[in-house]
């Protein structure tokens, strides 16, 4: 998309990576060695960051030339809020986990033009691991690998998750919030190479925030829509998805699903919740009257849905920096529900297991300052021999549990096919 979509960035090994357990965040150099441990991720996040800082302006605009980059897992709330524990923590995953990134290659699709960027100061051999680096991008691209997934089953069944949606409505009724974001998970048996299941997935479901990510037993391939936290010197952009509608392969049918998104109360109602909740975040730690929202209710098209999309800008306050935001808007608000910490609260009583990398975020900090940050959401995670997808929805008072459960399928459509290894075609929704 226009404005969302201009680079493509690929990070060499990593110099060290950074990570988040049920304890604590640790530093770890390539050799494994504890270079640096925190209680907390947020600190341990602004301290090499501060580590790294570049204040070179980079002429040629390439929005990260190194620093950390990864994923933040939504169970990091954990460390913003004090929440119950009751979901099974199966497979345990990381909280957190970036990596520093000291070589990066990145492309600018207007100019069709490559750059290699570098950082300095992570320690002997990192020159040889560049030119590796760069050899190998010289050359031809590998073999495409093979993946094999068994079909995929919901952890939780058609009948609870329904069930679920009627739980959430008995707490809206009572005023203890005014929607939740609840999701099931689908799983499987998984074999054979991460990278396949990604390049089928992104050639059935172009997206402006496509990511893979894959270390020490954990690969994640994303083909994500949705941009949580975007920051640039001082500018914020946030850009909540809330309102969805599946695709048609008539062009009729197609059309009228766009405009009942356009003109719906529900899903309005739906946005523009997430919009204040964003707006409220994001005050903590703005200038004061700097946030506004540049665009209300605007209707997307992706390969399989209509979306409706809201634009939240910001001017950060003097003095914070990438993890401050973070910190304030953590977890992303469109993957909870209002109030925020009820929601949260709601989802840990009705969701059998955590969230893992799903409803987190994936993307760049900058080791100049900026950040980018997608939201995780038509996703597949692989660990311990399994695919997982994990597909939600909002549900606000006039949500209808059998119509909450359509739509988390329409939004798992593209990923399923993916898994499936179907040959693309049109939507089918």
Request: with cysteine.
């Amino acid at each position: 998309m226009p404005g969302l979509s201009g680079w493509s960035c690929v990070a060499g090994p990593p110099a060290a990576t950074l990570e988040t357990d049920e304890h604590q965040t640790v530093l770890r150099g390539v050799d494994g060695a504890d270079l640096g441990a925190w209680a907390d991720p947020f600190d341990a996040l602004a301290d090499v960051l501060a580590s790294m800082v570049r204040t070179d302006v980079l002429s040629h605009r390439v929005p990260f030339a190194g620093g950390l980059a990864g994923f933040v897992g939504y169970d990091l709330a954990r460390h913003v809020e004090r929440l119950p524990v009751m979901a099974a923590a199966d497979p345990a995953m990381p909280r957190m986990r970036l990596h520093v990134c000291d070589h990066v290659l990145a492309y600018d699709h207007a100019a069709g033009r490559w750059w290699s960027c570098t950082t300095e100061g992570h320690g002997p051999g990192r020159a040889a691991v560049w030119a590796e680096t760069l050899a190998r991008a010289h050359g031809p691209d590998p073999a495409a690998g093979q993946f094999h997934a068994a079909p995929l089953v919901s952890r939780t069944d058609p009948a609870r998750y329904m069930a679920d949606v009627r739980q959430v409505l008995d707490y809206i009724a009572a005023g203890d919030i005014f929607q939740a974001n609840l999701s099931h998970r689908l799983e499987g048996a998984f074999a054979g190479d991460p990278w396949a299941l990604y390049t089928r997935l992104t050639a059935l479901n172009p997206a402006p925030f496509s990511a893979f990510l894959e270390s020490d037993g954990l690969a994640v391939a994303s083909a994500s829509p949705e941009r949580f936290l975007k920051l640039n010197g001082r500018d914020v952009v946030a850009r909540p998805i809330k309102g969805t509608r599946a695709r048609d392969a008539d062009p009729v049918r197609d059309h009228a699903a766009r405009d009942a998104l356009a003109v719906s109360i529900k899903d309005r109602a739906e946005n523009v919740m997430i919009v204040d909740l964003m707006r409220n975040d994001l005050g903590r730690v703005a200038d004061t009257g700097s946030v506004s929202v540049e665009r209300l209710f605007e209707i997307e098209s992706h390969p399989s849905v209509w979306q409706m999309v809201s634009t939240i800008r910001a001017r950060l306050r003097a003095g914070f920096g990438a993890s401050e935001l973070l910190r304030a808007c953590w977890p992303p608000g469109s993957m909870t529900g209002a109030p925020k910490v009820r929601a949260m609260e709601i989802i840990e009583s009705l969701e059998p297991v955590r969230r893992g990398p799903y409803a987190g975020a994936i993307g760049y900090f900058d080791a100049g300052g900026a950040m980018d940050l997608s939201v995780v959401i038509r996703t597949a995670v692989i660990a311990a021999g399994r695919v997982m997808v994990q597909v939600g929805g909002a549900v606000v008072a006039d949500s209808l549990p059998e119509a909450e459960l359509d739509e988390t399928y329409a939004k798992g459509r593209l990923l399923m096919q993916a898994l499936a290894q179907v040959p693309p075609g049109p939507p089918l929704i």
